[in-house]
Every structure is written in C-alpha cells, then in structure tokens.
C-alpha cells in the first residue's frame, strides 16, 4: 500500500488549497478512504471519510461546509479542497485506507501517507 499526499503548503485565512492523495498497491475502488490531520502534540484528528464508490461522505463538524472530499476510482486519486480556511486548520493531513466517521487516532485506519503540511497564516 502506498499514499503519497501533495498540495499543501501556506495559505492566508479565508484562502484556499487542494490537497490530492495517490493510492497504489490496493483496490482502490474497494475501500473506504478518510483525511485526517495532527498538529504537534496532538491526537491525529479526523478529517472526513468517502465511501468505495463517493456516494456518501461525512465530514467533522470543524470542516463541513468548508472542505469538499471527492475521489477519482479511475485515477486512484482523493482530493480536499479546503476553502475558508482558518488558522486552527493548520496541521500535518494525512490521507488514511478506511476510517470511519469520527474515529480519531491511528488505529482506525490501516495505512496513512507521509501527510502534506498546511499553514493557514496571514
């Protein structure tokens, strides 16, 4: 299994980025995925979770109606677009196999990236 994420970098608040998550080495079109971020000394923090086929998406209170979790089977790609951003969304995100809806930490996914840094700073 292999997740490379890519797109984050530094944004002003209320700016945007679009982070995308490269899935190899697994039936992508199979599984679940899920986001999740951590900041330093933190708990890893769920971000959202997508069905196998994108139908159904979930999303923590702390980003709904501001980040747009999607994927592309065909491409074994995820995408987070993350508009209105905020300082408090500054952290290291992570793109995880499975999940479920407001399962933090670790141990609910089976494999995660190396994470793309998101600074949210004016």
């Known amino acids: 299994v292999q997740l490379v994420e890519s797109g984050g970098g530094l944004a002003q608040p209320g700016g945007s980025l679009r982070l995308s998550c490269a899935a190899s080495?697994?039936?992508?079109?199979?599984?679940?995925m899920s986001w999740a971020r951590r900041v330093p000394g933190q708990r890893l923090e769920w971000v959202s979770t997508i069905s196998d086929d994108g139908a159904d998406i979930t999303y923590a209170d702390s980003v709904k109606g501001r980040f747009t979790f999607s994927r592309d089977n065909a491409k074994n790609t995820l995408y987070l677009q993350m508009d209105s951003l905020k300082p408090e969304d500054t952290a290291l995100y992570f793109c995880?196999?499975?999940?479920?809806?407001?399962?933090?930490?670790?141990?609910?996914?089976?494999?995660w990236g190396q994470g793309t840094q998101v600074t949210v700073s004016s």
């Open positions: 080495g697994f039936p992508f079109r199979n599984y679940a």
């Open positions: 995880a196999l499975g999940g479920r809806p407001g399962c933090s930490g670790y141990g609910c996914y089976q494999n």
